[in-house]
């Protein structure tokens, strides 16, 4: 084994091994070296082991000849990828903003996030993320050292506060990155709830990641495809709902790529309008529905009680069919949660009922302990720890810079309003679909369904063969190459009793199970499909929930009430208010 394979990181490199399975690679594709002697860094880069290189630069490290080294190589890197990173680059990081504030513990201050401008170099190996700028409230552990200003060969990727942070050599060989952070990513780490809706803890995933695809390309895990489906919760299928209307909603939008899905409200399924249903209908690829709750009273969805909850689930598809039969509309059984709350029993009875999915504002349960939700979580398409079930995370239009990120680490872009979001018009709406489609990537708006049933992974295995990840129980797998090429496919499986058969274009298949997985191949043409569904065994008795004459009489006034709220902008606007004046009373008491 040469002196740069041999283990010398610790932690750092625990957590390099980490990523680099997860990305898709074997642990030991990438060396590790830790070393604060510049020399001995020259040496190990000469060694003989070409993989790709990641260096730990000690707070001892010398900057000044890795800068000079960068502008003049000074040995024989070859063409491997070289990432350096360390204290040896952050160490002498001062702030003078902190410094001015004598009265408070620097150990407090530091803690504290300020908006930071960060912007995004226009090199392509960013993609949707290519010439964007953000301003994200950072902590003091991501700002960069101002002593890091290498010049000449090199250009900035990232910068932060017009401070060079992430950087790349222009050397033909090797090609150099150098990241201006301590510590590497431990993607095992816990998140806290705030974290899904923060750039903070994505911007810390995005240098190792762009080094990783730098060096093995599409041997790494990444989408095929980029999706996106905006999603607007609650509205009946009515001419108006509040301050959305279908139709000069869709007249808004008539010159822009989109897609929207309503979150529809099986209650509401024998109140549609039929003006409405028809306008659905004919814009059925840009307009339409799934299942949002059942009845959509407080908290429905958060209850511990799986039982009535499995109940719920089949009530809410039976109403779905039954809207069908009235009205020719598909309300697809895509599960979007009540005030976005929902339990581990929750996902149980979807997954009993054989919902696609779920999509939600955060990925913790409300019965969620510490570690359950971690950081490699917020890298994959959909989150699938409890039941096995998919559950993909969405976010408010606010920011389209953190779209491109979900983008970028291979998520779906999807987001949410609600009806008082057009309270102005439809201009902010449009301002975010014309932003989205600006990105410098190849999006399709796709309603919410396919979007799921498409979700997966992919990464080459070898010329002509790729190892596919899908989350779904029915996924959609295309070959849109002018080729014949051979798939692997895995789903997440830790219980294989529940599975009785995988069927690809209604035929049987072998498929086998291990490591938590079920496993399967596919020959497919070019310019191909192939509907893949695992099926499980029968849950049991199909019991329907119906509840007491007393609980339907409280769903009735509440809708009613919710409907006088909403399309009434006195009582709208008075509703806002006291929700505000009660939240401040509780924060203050």
């Given amino acids: 084994m ?103 513990p620097r150990a407090d201050r530091v803690k504290i996030p300020a908006p930071c401008e960060i912007r995004f170099s226009d090199d392509p190996l960013w993609g949707p993320l290519q010439g964007l700028r953000a301003n994200w409230p950072l902590s003091h552990e991501s700002l960069p050292p101002t002593s890091l200003e290498l010049s000449g060969t090199c250009e900035p990727l990232i910068t932060i506060k017009d401070q060079p942070w992430f950087l790349l050599s222009k050397n033909d060989q090797p090609t150099v990155f150098v990241w201006a952070a301590a510590d590497l990513p431990g993607i095992l780490e816990p998140l806290k709830s705030d974290d899904e809706e923060q750039g903070e803890p994505l911007l810390r995933l995005l240098p190792l990641l762009v080094f990783l ?44 790529a989109h897609a929207t899905t309503v979150a529809f409200i099986p209650w509401y399924w024998n109140r549609s309008a039929a003006a409405a249903a028809e306008l659905f209908r004919d814009h ?23 039982v009535t ?12 069919q039954l809207l069908r039969e009235r009205t020719g509309l598909s309300c697809q059984p895509v599960m979007v949660f009540p005030q976005g709350r929902f339990s581990r029993a929750a996902v149980a009875a979807l997954h009993e009922t054989n919902f696609l999915g779920a999509v939600n504002s955060t990925l913790f349960p409300v019965d969620a302990q510490v570690g359950d939700v971690r950081l490699a979580d917020l890298m994959e398409p959909a989150y699938t720890s409890i039941e096995d079930f998919p559950i993909f995370l969405r976010r408010y239009p606010r920011d389209p810079v953190l779209c491109a990120v979900d983008l970028f680490l291979g998520r779906t872009l999807l987001v949410v309003e609600h009806q008082e979001y057009f309270r102005h018009g ?31 992974l992919q990464r080459e295995i070898e010329p002509g063969r790729f190892e596919v990840r899908f989350y779904s129980n029915n996924f959609v797998l295309e070959n849109p190459s002018d080729k014949r090429l051979s798939y692997r496919l895995v789903r997440r499986c830790n219980r294989p009793t529940l599975i009785r058969s995988v069927v690809v274009d209604g035929s049987p298949i072998s498929h ?25 065994t029968d849950a049991g008795a199909n019991v329907v929930f119906k509840g007491s004459l007393a609980y339907r009489v ?36």
């Avoid at 799934?290 to 009273?297: A, E, L, P, R, Y």
């Avoid at 006088?564 to 004046?581: P, Q």
Wanted: charged share 25%; hydrophobic share 35%.
């Fill in 426 to 456: 439809y201009g902010d709406c449009r301002r975010f679909f014309e932003a989205i489609n600006n990105l410098k990537c190849t999006l399709s708006w796709l309603p919410l369904d396919q979007i799921v049933r498409r979700a997966c």
């Fill in 512 to 536: 086998a199970f291990g490591d938590g997985e079920v496993t399967f191949d596919l020959e497919m043409p070019s310019k191909t499909s192939a509907s893949i569904q695992l099926v499980e």
């Fill in 2 to 104: 040469s002196e740069i394979a041999r283990i010398i990181g610790g932690d750092q490199e625990a957590k390099l091994r980490r990523f680099v399975q997860f990305v898709g690679l074997p642990e030991d594709a990438v060396c590790f070296m830790r070393s604060e002697n510049w020399n001995r860094v020259l040496t190990s880069i000469n060694s003989r082991d070409r993989r790709p290189l990641v260096i730990e630069c000690g707070s001892g490290m010398d900057c000044p000849p890795l800068q000079a080294w960068l502008d003049i190589p000074s040995c024989d890197g070859g063409d491997r990828d070289i990432f350096f990173f360390g204290p040896g680059f952050t160490d002498s990081y001062q702030n003078p903003e902190l410094d001015s504030l004598p009265e408070t």
């Fill in 213 to 256: 695809r730098h060096a093995f390309g599409k041997q790494t895990w990444q989408v095929p495809a980029y999706v996106g489906n905006f999603i607007i919760d609650d509205p009946p299928v009515r001419a108006r709902y509040g301050f959305f209307e279908p139709a000069r909603y869709l007249a808004s939008l008539r010159d822009i």
């Fill in 309 to 320: 909850l499995t109940g719920k689930c089949r009530l809410a598809l039976q109403r779905s």
């Fill in 284 to 306: 059925s690829s840009q307009l339409s529905l799934c299942v949002h709750g059942c009845d959509h009273t407080g908290g429905e969805f958060a209850s511990l009680d799986r």
């Fill in 554 to 589: 409280r769903v009735l006034v509440r809708r009613r009430i919710c409907e006088l709220r909403d399309n009434h902008l006195w009582i709208w606007l008075c509703a806002r208010w006291v929700k505000r004046a009660l939240r401040r009373g509780n924060n203050s008491a």
